[in-house]
């Protein structure tokens, strides 16, 4: 099956330091979504990409589709402690009749204040 | 959120029991889904229903029986399950199924499950 590579799996930033967490497919993706998951909690839905090198901002986050829309990054600017949480990257393909959603690892953000 | 709501919300049960999960979805989405997401692995997409009619299936073991009635409710039924099927398991909804602008995923709270 599909398969969507996200790293790092943790990282440790210190209040104020910037994140980044990067997803990598092996095939092209129909668009690919984030997620943030605070601890105890469900995922819940960032934003989705669709087109070809797209860049969206929310606030301190910006999200980033790559030209071949094989891979995605989050980027967080100064980092605060209510960004705690593991964001998931998730890849939506097609084909064949078929549709998957497939979801990354997850990379586990601890913010040390 | 109370988008998606599911229960119970915590669950026990033997390998010899039979339980099933419940998921409702207030939404008026077609598609539902059941992930299952454990320590060890990424959330893994178990079913899809689109419509009440299953569209995929992703090789889950068939000690894991699902039934989506109407497009708002979505069930988990449990039979002979091991060990290992312990972990939280997420329903979700989405406005249509992927790929597409419209399936982005909206979750329930999860159960967790542990199986003795």
């Known amino acids: 099956g599909q398969q969507v590579m996200q790293i790092p799996q943790y990282q440790h930033v210190q209040e104020g330091e910037d994140f980044t967490t990067y997803c990598n497919s092996s095939?092209?993706?129909?668009?690919i979504q984030w997620y943030k998951q605070r601890p105890g909690g469900h995922p819940v839905f960032l934003i989705q990409?669709?087109?070809?090198?797209e860049v969206k901002k929310q606030k301190r986050l910006t999200f980033q589709f790559g030209e071949a829309k094989k891979n995605s990054s989050l980027h967080i600017t100064a980092t605060q402690t209510t960004d705690v949480g593991t964001y998931f990257c998730?890849?939506?393909?097609?084909?064949?009749?078929?549709?998957?959603?497939?979801f990354g690892k997850g990379t586990k953000l601890s913010v040390i204040p | 959120e109370t988008g998606v709501t599911q229960t119970p919300r915590h669950l026990v049960m033997g390998m010899t029991n039979k339980k099933s999960l419940k998921c409702e979805q207030h939404l008026g989405h077609n598609a539902m889904y059941w992930y299952k997401q454990s320590a060890k692995k990424p959330l893994e997409l178990m079913f899809v229903y689109n419509f009440k009619e299953q569209t995929e299936n992703n090789s889950v073991p068939s000690r894991f029986s699902p039934e989506c009635p109407n497009s708002s409710h979505l069930f988990l039924h449990l039979h002979t399950l091991q060990p290992e099927d312990s972990a939280l398991y997420l329903c979700a909804s989405s406005q249509d199924p992927p790929p597409g602008l419209t399936d982005t995923q909206y979750f329930g709270p999860g159960t967790r499950l542990t199986v003795l």
């Open positions: 990409l669709v087109k070809s090198g």
């Open positions: 998730a890849g939506a393909y097609s084909g064949a009749g078929s549709y998957q959603l497939t």
């Open positions: 095939t092209t993706l129909s668009n």
